[in-house]
């Protein structure tokens, strides 16, 4: 797929045209004299402006059509308005048989803000990923022809730099698929191993280091949450060492760390049949590191980067752990396992514990942690829970930027009790109330107190019940373009 930025028209398949409502009135977005009197001709006769469709040859049929599509302002945020624009587009293709498409924006006077760069690599972002369906398991999809060429129309900005924006965007959604394709991957297919086979390859290919520890060197560092979930499974646990570190760039590392539970029954402590097949994607918080360290490897992002992901999956069998069960993790804090099915903190603390070694500048770690982050803040939004007011203020902008949105929630001590055990030194489970802050609580024992570190809880956004604009049905492949834009502000 070839996406260009261009001030000179080109012939194509499908041509779209924006247009935008202003005070009750549609303002064409292309400069085209002969597109503008057929847009009056239809704004007079057709009811539906949005996807209204015309063949200049009038037969309707396989020659060059036009499609018109509204640009739908979001409030305040011009980059999100191209993004969903950019899925319009892939949405209103997704039907035809067509193998180059052009979007018309050559006339952008109307819009009450200067254009910029960002906005076409914002379009470019919102059709990759819009386009993206999961149909790995469905035959007859992958027959369908696929566009080839998309031209951007623009003679406001510079070529060279917008098409430079489009380049790292693209690469960045690309990652972001990634991602989704590791999240809607089923369990039966993804197994640890295999999750650490596709974050190899990945490495391989775009030139990142990765290291693959077993169950042996697992055991040998003691990690003592990751092996007790995996008691019950059949599947050997992995723990996956990313490095992301370009010549010339010094100074300590940023750690991301990633949840990747491949699947969750819960263990003994099962969850309801309802809805559990959508525990495949558990693995949300390893998908986005994962994706990540893809992104800024394509990107040759000169930062420090290390990416740590303990997967297993969690599962009931007659060596599972127990609820009752005290465990010792691998910084020696004791663990009264009160509820098998809160086991992401539990590989989590052994993740943040390794991470020490780094002496990172930074950690944060992403996971689909709790059902309560869900209940307080749904997926349009991840749970932010950090003591670093400088860090928190950087990701809610990263957040807004690229609309993959993070929301504080307070890690006050006074919340620390709940999770107090009567034989531990801590307990995995803290009652019904501030569910997600208490897992935060709980991981916060494992940091050094004065680390900066975050953990974002993306329990919500990570899966998603249905399409969402430019996400699909499923694995959203959240937190990618989130912590790629929070490491850029880390270049130096
Ligand atoms: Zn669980």
Redesign the pocket.
């Known amino acids: 797929m070839n996406i260009k930025f261009t001030s000179k028209h080109k012939p194509a398949d499908t041509h779209f045209i924006f247009f935008f409502k202003q005070k009750e009135e549609f303002q064409l977005l292309s400069s085209s004299p002969d597109l503008f009197s057929l847009f009056s001709h239809i704004n007079k006769t057709e009811d539906s402006l949005d996807g209204f469709r015309f063949y200049p040859d009038g037969k309707g049929k396989t020659a060059e059509r036009i499609i018109f599509l509204e640009l739908k302002p979001v409030k305040g945020n011009w980059n999100e308005t191209f993004r969903r624009a950019g899925n319009a587009l892939a949405k209103a293709g997704r039907s035809l048989s067509h193998l180059s498409a052009s979007a018309d924006f050559s006339n952008l006077t109307q819009l009450d803000a200067k254009p910029e760069a960002s906005w076409f690599a914002s379009f470019a972002e919102g059709f990759v990923l819009g386009s993206y369906q999961y149909t790995t398991y469905k035959k007859d999809e992958n027959k369908k022809k696929k566009l080839r060429e998309l031209i951007i129309l623009c003679n406001e900005l510079s070529g060279k730099t917008v098409n430079a924006a489009i380049e790292e965007s693209v690469a960045i959604s690309f990652s972001q698929i990634f991602a989704r394709e590791l999240v809607n991957a089923p369990g039966n297919e993804l197994t640890p191993a295999e999750l650490a086979s596709r974050a190899s390859k990945s490495a391989k290919e775009f030139e990142y280091k990765c290291t693959v520890l077993n169950k042996k060197q697992i055991k040998d560092l003691k990690m003592g949450g990751l092996l007790a979930v995996n008691k019950g499974s059949v599947n050997e646990p992995v723990f996956i060492i990313l490095e992301h570190k370009p010549k010339g760039v010094k100074g300590k590392p940023v750690v991301l760390v990633g949840k990747g ?1 491949t699947f ?1 029954t ?2 003994i402590s099962i ?1 309801p049949s309802a809805g559990m097949g959508d525990m495949k994607g ?1 693995m949300g918080g390893a998908a986005a590191v994962i994706g990540t360290m893809e992104a800024i490897a394509r990107i040759n992002l000169p930062v420090h980067v290390i990416g740590l992901v303990p997967s297993t999956d ?1 599962m009931p069998s007659g060596s599972a752990q127990c609820p009752g069960d005290i465990i010792t993790s691998m910084a020696g804090i004791t663990i009264e396992v009160d509820n098998t ?4 903190r539990l590989i989590l603390c052994d993740a943040l514990e390794y991470a020490k070694r780094y002496k990172p500048e930074v950690i944060i770690d992403l996971a689909t942690l709790t059902g309560a982050c869900v209940v307080a803040l749904g997926d349009k939004a991840a749970g932010l829970m950090t003591t670093d007011d400088e860090l928190s203020q950087t990701l809610i902008l990263a957040g807004t930027k690229t609309y993959e949105r993070v929301w504080p929630l307070p890690l006050f001590d006074e919340y620390a009790p709940q999770i107090k055990s009567d034989v531990a030194d801590v307990k995995n489970v803290g009652g019904r109330y501030a569910g997600a802050i208490t897992a935060g609580k709980f991981l916060q024992k494992f940091v050094d107190a004065d680390q900066s570190w975050a953990h974002i809880d993306i329990a919500g956004p990570a899966f998603l019940d249905s399409q969402d604009q430019y996400l699909s049905k499923g694995g959203s492949g959240f937190g990618v373009r989130l912590l790629t834009d929070y490491l850029r502000t880390k270049v130096k």
């Open positions: 539970i969750d819960g263990g969850k558990d969690n099915d809160a086991e992401g």
